[in-house]
């Protein structure tokens, strides 16, 4: 379709003969952030690599900015700018030098050079450093440098591959400004990251990739919704006993288990089941230990859809504990 900047259709990588990419189909549409969230190793950067022309289309497909990858990746190449995983620049060079050489490459005018470097130090707010180092740069400082330098030539697309990695909660806040305000002007921003917050906060659509393939893909606020109103974990001393009782609820859509106990996914809202269900299991002799109201949040999305977390990530943000007795 016209308004979708790119189109990849039965796309699929192989390093040797372990397949990277499995015959994955999407589309981003101009203007939007969409994000492949998944953990290590799933195939984010490989696909990212190929769209971006630095590893070849060996099966499938693939448009970018209404380029075809095979047949026309100069274009390409002129149409993106890339934020790499790893950190590229230079270290004995400055901010001004490194935009600079950058522009330069692609034979940007003197004239519209100078005024995009202005730009650009502004916005990534590096004034203060035009004529710095980067040997003396903070990993965030490197990173806002790096997103300056993919913008240089007014890319349509911008790819951004695991952008906030190794940075501090702080910095990583920062960076989401910078990528929100890129997205404001007009570009395209194509994201990867195994991050579960910052593909929620960011993304206009969300693809969850696993073992090479597109799992699902939606909103943020459409995949959370498909689990439920509101999740219920509780840890009982018989969950198998508390799982049959529980599916007679026309309220419970679904029921997995999770660590010590279940996961309770409900169409309804939870304060006013949960007594309900309190109150059942009590009177079938099973014993409660603990329970935990909350909303789905993208980890809980990540679990339901490829049956694993995506990272140790301690308690769960924004759940209740409602109550936690007896036993172990």
Excluded: C
């Excluded at 650009?120 to 790096?146: A, C, N, P, Q, W």
Aim: a neutral charge; charged letters at 30%; zero cysteines.
């Amino acid at each position: 379709m016209e308004d979708n900047i790119i189109e990849v259709n039965d796309l699929e990588y192989f390093f040797g003969e372990v397949k990277a990419v499995d015959k994955i189909s999407f589309t981003v549409k101009e203007g939007e952030i969409f994000s492949f969230l998944g953990p290590n190793g799933a195939g984010k950067s490989t696909v990212i690599n190929v769209l971006t022309t630095l590893l070849p289309v060996q099966k499938g497909r693939a448009r970018v900015a209404g380029f075809d990858l095979k047949t026309e990746p100069e274009k390409v190449r002129e149409s993106i700018g890339i934020v790499f995983q790893e950190l590229t620049l230079d270290r004995d060079m400055t901010v001004r030098e490194i935009l600079e050489y950058h522009g330069r490459l692609y034979s940007m005018p003197k004239v519209a050079r100078q005024e995009r470097i202005e730009e650009l130090i502004k916005l990534v707010e590096l004034e203060g450093k035009r004529d710095t180092l980067t040997r003396h740069f903070s990993g965030g400082m490197k990173r806002r440098l790096e997103i300056a330098r993919g913008l240089m030539t007014r890319p349509k697309v911008l790819f951004m591959d695991e952008p906030t990695i190794g940075l501090d909660p702080q910095t990583r806040i920062r960076i989401w400004e910078y990528v929100k305000d890129i997205n404001r002007e007009g570009t395209t921003i194509f994201l990867t990251t195994h991050y579960m917050d910052e593909a929620d906060q960011l993304s206009d659509r969300i693809s969850i990739i696993d073992h090479g393939k597109i799992i699902v893909t939606g909103k943020s606020w459409e995949l959370k919704n498909a689990l439920g109103e509101d999740l219920i974990y509780l840890e009982t001393s018989d969950n198998m006993g508390a799982t049959e009782s529980l599916r007679q609820f026309d309220s419970v859509k679904g029921i997995r288990e999770k660590a010590k106990g279940i996961v309770v996914m409900i169409n309804t809202d939870g304060t006013y089941l949960l007594p309900e269900i309190m109150d059942r299991l009590r009177s079938g002799g099973i014993r409660i230990r603990a329970v935990n109201l909350k909303k789905p949040s993208m980890d809980d999305v990540f679990v339901h859809y490829t049956g694993r977390e995506l990272r140790d990530s301690g308690a769960e943000k924004g759940s209740v504990v409602v109550l936690r007795a007896g036993g172990r």
